[in-house]
């Protein structure tokens, strides 16, 4: 096992970049890592320069107050040495979320928690669209007047994004939003007195996501718009283009492939968590 140098992750997240889609959300956090985003992660693999598993945990050496849970990811194509990473390499003595992994491992990761008498147990299962090509995103018509709201979400709105984020309305949730705000793309439509009524951010691994409308603002295509401009912002600054969508979302679902997304229809990625 070794831990990566960062000269060593740069070369990792090139070596990621072939095993797309699958491999996007490992590739999203180095991309941010590479590039000096916040991060309180350190990043194994299995063998260097050839490498089997990649995984992502908590680096001991750094403890981040924006920090929101402690998370592991990981990227494999082999089960077996999969196994041995988990074992080896993850601390499974605390509460954790393995995130945005690929389905087919659920029977390895239940199977290693089960050795250490560690509970599990499923959050959520989603689907990864992404857009291979910005020339296939559909861009809705916008007016002059729309154009003029279009802007960027800052600290003042830290507090209504946490509150309406399923996953927010806490003080961890606002350490959260408050750190993708600071350091990663936002996009939002203003009201008339500048504050904002619909939004779109990008999480730590560079997914979009967190896009939500102000219940008395629905039904006006501001969800198309935002998507459309974030996706342009990405692409034009070199981020990856992707979300992961929960697999019960159709809304979500259809709006995104209607604007050009696509997916691999056999894969699903799942959250975990352990030690409850």
């Not at 393995?98 to 560690?118: N, Q, R």
């Not at 599990?120 to 989603?126: A, H, K, Y």
């Not at 806490?170 to 203003?190: A, H, Q, V, W």
Request: with cysteine; charged share 25%.
């Amino acid at each position: 096992m070794k831990v990566l140098n960062k000269d060593e992750l740069q070369i990792a997240e090139g070596v990621l970049l072939k095993h797309f889609p699958r491999s996007y959300k490992v590739y999203g956090f180095l991309y941010g890592v590479n590039r000096n985003k916040p991060s309180t992660l350190e990043v194994v693999v299995d063998s260097w320069p050839e490498f089997k598993v990649i995984l992502l945990r908590q680096d001991p050496k750094k403890k981040h107050p924006q920090d929101f849970m402690k998370k592991v990811s990981f990227y494999s194509t082999d089960e077996e040495v999969l196994r041995k990473v988990l074992r080896e390499e993850v601390d499974w003595s605390t509460y954790f979320i393995i995130g945005g992994f690929d389905i087919s491992h659920a029977d390895t990761l239940k199977a290693v928690s089960s050795e250490k008498k560690v509970k599990n147990r499923d959050l959520t299962l989603v689907r990864l669209l992404y857009l291979p090509d910005i020339s296939h995103l559909l861009t809705p018509d916008v007016d002059s007047q729309l154009e003029s709201r279009i802007s960027s979400l800052n600290f003042s709105h830290v507090d209504i994004v946490n509150k309406t984020w399923k996953f927010g309305g806490d003080e961890k949730g606002y350490r959260n939003i408050k750190n993708l705000i600071s350091n990663f793309p936002t996009c939002c439509i203003m009201d008339t007195q500048g504050e904002p009524v619909a939004w779109i951010l990008v999480y730590d691994y560079c997914a979009m996501g967190i896009l939500y409308t102000l219940p008395e603002h629905r039904g006006k295509g501001y969800a198309k718009v935002l998507i459309s401009n974030m996706t342009k912002k990405l692409h034009a600054e070199g981020y990856p283009v992707y979300c992961f969508i929960e697999e019960d979302n159709m809304v979500s679902y259809k709006l995104f492939q209607n604007m050009g997304f696509t997916e691999d229809a056999s894969y699903r990625a799942a959250w975990f968590e352990f030690n409850l």
